[in-house]
């Protein structure tokens, strides 16, 4: 018997199936979508592409009709050669978010509270879908675990819909796999441009801070710094607790305090920035005794949230500084903080103060033009696998409640919404890089030693 065996059809009750992408774009989307697609196809199960995300599932009103080509596209029509190694998304992405109402299990008893999970359920169930793969981070994955909840009360005469979960963000901060999709890729454009940076503050001294994306979790930050060859990586990880202090938090448009339910004063949690450049000019100087005059530091966009109210209005003007909107918890929306210009101009200022001597200070901010870099082979290769980790998932093992996860052999597994996720806050477990890893120590090894 040969061993090159093709996948034998699958003895399955689902006849179609919908995907969605929600959340910020990443590099080998396609690879995804692709794959997933065109197994289904060749299993004879038709695949609807819901397009922008939970949008339109979202919004449905019951008697409406979802239309073709507008609402979504027939997958299993559009699967072409070089969709899984192209850029973007086919299928389009949005940041509605059906799930956000729901912040506890007894939030499951609210009629209102549950209404647009309902209404994506409502909306499936008029195209006869019989199961729904979402692709997305880890605010997804919670909707994703927060639909099954709401399908798994429905009378059992109503239909119930399974649902899987594709991982995906560039931040690489979820807990069940080790590497998701398009991080590599988007690691290999930012060190490319970290790299263009040694190259020019090799030949010009002058020093550059670069910002990158990742809120919660630095593994950005530390991919674009080892394989870039940055001088320092800091991320929000390596915050000691002895750099935190606190502050009231203070709404910038109005310069009210914000209070609790209880009335009490919101403190957040701030960095002691003179710390942070500390470090920096610690760094400085120590390469200099190496003989190195140049200087690139990755720091990750985390670190923003929870730099002093004074330090924010000092990063951008004064009418984005009355725009930004804290959260009940005093959190700051740190993509739209550029914060590395500001911390550059300290850092040269330390630096002066303890050498008396000049240093030129850049600060610049990568994010948006890495999301949809063209994707790396691994990346196509992780992406493929799985893609078609989900379409096993559903049509030959009939799983629901679960996301694929693939492993450093490509091998894949499917643990369950519960080991990913804290049922009782609603909310997926984070995973940031764990300070004295290996990982975390090779940056310090190749960083010149303070």
């Given amino acids: 018997m040969s061993n090159l065996v093709s996948p034998k059809l699958p003895n399955t009750k689902i006849k179609k199936v919908a995907i969605l992408f929600s959340g910020g774009p990443a590099p080998t989307a396609n690879s995804v979508i692709g794959s997933v697609a065109l197994c289904f196809a060749r299993a004879g199960i038709e695949v609807y592409g819901m397009k922008n995300g939970y949008t339109h599932l979202a919004e449905y009103k019951e008697g409406n ?262 959260d009940t918890f005093g959190h700051f929306p740190v993509s739209q903080l550029k914060y590395s210009s500001r911390l550059g101009r300290l850092i040269a200022d330390e630096y002066k103060k303890r050498t008396g001597k000049n240093k030129k200070m850049v600060g610049l901010q990568f994010g948006y033009e890495i999301r949809c870099n063209q994707p790396t082979a691994y990346d196509v290769i992780l992406g493929s696998q799985i893609g078609v980790g989900g379409y096993r998932a559903i049509a030959e093992f009939g799983k629901s409640g679960i996301m694929v996860s693939v492993g450093k052999t490509m091998d894949i597994t499917y643990p369950t919404f519960e080991e990913l996720i804290d049922m009782d806050k609603l909310r997926a477990y984070a995973r940031p890089i764990q300070v004295g890893s290996d990982i975390h120590n090779l940056a310090r090894y190749i960083e010149a030693w303070v």
């Avoid at 549950?114 to 729904?132: F, G, Q, R, T, Y």
């Avoid at 990742?214 to 000691?240: C, F, N, P, Q, T």
Wanted: glycine letters at 8%; charged letters at 30%; aromatic letters at 6%.
């Fill in 65 to 326: 009709k979802l239309k073709e080509n507008e609402h979504y596209i027939r997958l299993d029509k559009r699967i072409e050669e070089g969709l899984r190694t192209s850029r973007g998304i086919i299928i389009g992405t949005a940041r509605a978010n059906p799930g956000k109402l729901l912040k506890e299990p007894a939030d499951l008893k609210d009629p209102k509270k549950i209404e647009p999970l309902l209404n994506v359920h409502k909306a499936l169930k008029s195209l006869d879908i019989d199961a729904l793969i979402s692709i997305g981070g880890d605010d997804t994955l919670t909707t994703a675990a927060k639909f099954k909840l709401v399908v798994d009360s429905l009378p059992a005469n109503e239909k119930h819909i399974n649902i899987i979960h594709l991982p995906k963000t560039i931040d690489n901060d979820y807990k069940g796999i080790d590497f998701t999709f398009g991080y590599f890729t988007a690691v290999e454009m930012l060190a490319h441009q970290t790299r263009n940076l040694l190259a020019d503050s090799e030949a010009t001294e002058t020093g550059y801070i670069s910002q990158v994306m990742g809120r919660k979790a630095a593994w950005l930050a530390y991919g674009a710094a080892i394989a870039g060859e940055a001088s320092l990586v800091i991320g929000l990880e390596d915050i000691h607790e002895s750099w935190y202090g606190k502050e009231p938090t203070v709404d910038p448009e109005s310069g009210k305090v914000l209070t609790n339910e209880k009335g009490e004063t919101v403190q957040r949690n701030i960095i002691k920035v003179d710390k942070l450049v500390g470090r920096c000019v610690d760094v400085i100087q120590s390469r200099e005794k190496e003989g190195k005059t140049s200087f690139v530091a990755i720091v990750s966009e985390g670190i923003a949230e929870f730099l002093p109210l004074s330090e924010i209005k000092m990063c951008c003007s004064d009418d984005e500084y009355k725009s930004l909107k804290p």
